[in-house]
Every structure is written in C-alpha cells, then in structure tokens.
C-alpha cells in the first residue's frame, strides 16, 4: 500500500527493522526512495532496545525515527519472553495467555523509549503497522468484522491498546476501488490505482486524529505526491485551528 516508500519522504529519516522486514531496501535497490536513507536492522528485541538507547543518548542528525513494522517488532518481543521469561517453552508462553502478559510491560517501556526520543530529541515517530480483519463484538447489535492493526489484542494482555494510546494520528491507507455489475450480474473491481489515508475511525477500520485530519488525504501517484498533499493538509488544518477564537 506505499507505507514504507511514505514513511522514507520524512526528512533526514532513519529506518529501524525487523529481519524479515526488508521492504524499504528492496525500494532503495529499485531507486524508488532515496538510496542515502539509513536502515538498521533489529536481529532481537535486545538489539533493538539496544538501537533506540543509542538513538536516545547518541549525537545523530535523524529528525524521524520509522518503525517497520510492529508486526515484525512483536515477533521479536514474543521470542525474547519465551526464550527469557518462560525458560524457551512455547507451551508455557501460550498457557492462559501468560507469555501475552509478561510482554505487555516490556512493549510499554519500547514506548516509553519512544516518547523520550519525541520529548528529549525532537524527533518524530512513524510506526508502520500491516492490518488484520478481526470480529467486534458490539454489545447493541450482532458482531460484525473490522480492520485494526495487527497487534496481539485481548482483554487480558494487549499490545495494540498502548500503541493506541501513544500515536498522535492513526492513519488507514485504503485504495480507490469501484465495484461494478457485469452481465453475468457478478462482481468485478475498477480502479485500485489512486490510494487515500483516513484519519476519522469508521464502523469499518480503525483510525484516529488528535491533530485534527477528518478528510481522506489523497497519496497521489507516488510516494512524493502523497507526503506533500498529507503536510499540506496537516498545515491547512493548523491554520484554521489557529483561526477559530478560544470562548473563555
């Protein structure tokens, strides 16, 4: 959906990813991004506690810090607590979700690192995260599906409530997709070349805005054309938030 080639727009940007995330080299190799975009590659959950220390304590000119992707970085988390916490046995991991739980706290302080490198260092955070289709169970009315991020989320133990928590805005890239009737009165897809990201949650998908985004946000024909429209919108709502008078 262009979330990588999106993220690697952000100036003087700085990639930190899982090893079977590599999505962002193979645009460097196809010369879709920039090829000067450092990437570190994460093997462990220490290495990358490790990686975000250094970025915390280190002298380095990255204004942005991208994440690719959360799926990739609670696989890590998740072998690091059986292999630590739950003396290298999977069954026990998974008994009465406790592995879930004893992870919760160590995702919690990966965030924590997070906000101190947004507080202390000024440097902005964009977590990259795939979806998934899971059913809500809404207590008014029969369950139906929705899409979230692919984070473990139960009500136990939950790694997608804290992510929640910490994002600013929450962005679903969506593509332009039109359904038509043929003959035969069966469904075929139109389309599929134009994307947009939605930032109002919807009964469908998962999606928010502290910053103020309602509107869809067109990503153009490339990854450019998407960075620049999504700042020149971010600017645009600044502007009418600066206009509207402030009742006593």
């Known amino acids: 959906m262009g979330k990588s080639s999106l993220a690697a727009e ?63 970085f609670q696989s890590l988390l998740f072998k690091h607590v059986v292999q630590s916490l739950c003396g290298a046995s999977q069954d026990k991991f998974a008994a009465y979700g406790h592995g879930y739980a004893l992870s919760v706290p160590l995702w919690e302080e990966m965030l924590r690192k997070l906000e101190r ?48 928590k910490f994002a600013s805005d929450i962005g679903f890239i969506d593509a332009r997709i039109e359904l038509l009737e043929d003959k035969s009165n069966r469904q075929k897809a139109k389309g599929g070349r134009y994307r947009d990201i939605h930032f109002e949650a919807t009964a469908v998908y998962d999606a928010k805005s502290r910053f103020g985004l309602v509107d869809p946000v067109s990503l153009g024909e490339n990854a450019t054309q998407g960075y620049q429209n999504l700042i020149s919108t971010m600017h645009k709502v600044r502007e009418q938030n600066q206009a509207v008078p402030v009742s006593a």
């Open 117 to 164: 490198l947004r507080q202390e260092r000024g440097m902005g955070i964009v977590l990259l995260a795939h979806s998934t289709i899971t059913k809500f169970n809404d207590p008014q009315r029969e369950a139906y599906d929705r899409i979230i991020v692919d984070l473990h989320d139960s009500p136990k133990a939950s790694l997608l409530k804290p992510v929640e």
């Open 10 to 72: 952000f100036p003087n940007v700085i990639f930190l990813i899982g090893p079977n995330e590599g999505g962002i080299n193979d645009l460097k190799s196809a010369g879709k991004v920039r090829a000067d975009i450092p990437v570190g590659t994460a093997a462990s959950w220490q290495e990358t506690v490790e990686l975000l220390d250094d970025l915390a304590t280190k002298e380095h000119p990255y204004q942005f810090l991208a994440l690719d992707s959360l799926s990739e």
